[in-house]
């Protein structure tokens, strides 16, 4: 599940266990787990909901002072969405974290430089995980955008490639940008070597 900046902390620290939606239909199944910047959310109940059932408890859950807040979060509503309340509590930590700080034996390594050369392959812009782990590398912290523009491409897609690495646990996300994990760093520098 996607959250706004302002409610990372308060998943963190699990202050925010609730969320509300507007969706055409449920996103979520109760009991499965998602990831997010605090590390893995599992959902507990998702119910639909009219608005006036938001309370101002509910809303402080969901990290609002109060229903009419939560409300004006939400934007207006449409006749082909329904109102969600999801509650959910923070499980633990995303694998990926851990992943990205084990550095890998030799056989780990061999199996992620030839997932990259897949990756590689089949790319339509051509290979590009060496060069984008390069750049996170030597400008950590860097708006995505700003990186994007550095190959010229699209901000959109070049997150996606980006979210490729994170899956192997070779770049870590930040509150702005990216950095290189310690598992990413060993890969750079076979790849380097």
């Known amino acids: 599940m996607r959250f706004t900046k302002d409610a990372w902390d308060g998943l963190a620290d699990e202050t925010i266990t609730v969320t509300f939606r507007r969706w055409k239909r449920c996103q979520v199944i109760v009991g499965n ?7 893995m959310l599992e959902v507990d109940a998702c119910d639909v909901i009219d ?17 009419a ?3 004006d979060q939400l934007g207006p509503a449409s006749q082909d969405t329904a109102l969600y309340r999801i509650r959910f509590h923070l499980a633990g930590p995303d694998p990926r974290t851990q992943l990205a700080i084990t550095v890998p034996n030799d056989d780990e390594l061999a199996d992620i430089l030839e997932r990259l050369a897949r990756l590689d392959a089949r790319s339509s812009h051509g290979a590009w995980t060496q060069a984008v782990l390069q750049v996170i590398h030597d400008q950590p912290a860097v708006r995505a955008p700003d990186l994007a523009a550095g190959f010229g491409r699209e901000t959109k897609p070049f997150k996606l ?8 646990g ?9 950095n290189i994990s310690p598992r990413g760093q060993a890969v750079l520098d076979a790849l380097n070597s």
Do not use: F, W
């Open 69 to 71: 807040d939560a409300l």
């Open 51 to 67: 608005e006036d059932e938001i309370n101002d408890v509910d809303a402080q859950k969901a990290g609002r002072q109060s229903a």
């Open 170 to 178: 070779l770049t870590q996300s930040q509150r702005v940008g990216y």
């Open 161 to 168: 490639d980006v979210r490729k690495l994170k899956g192997l």
């Open 33 to 39: 787990q998602y990831r997010s910047t605090a590390g």
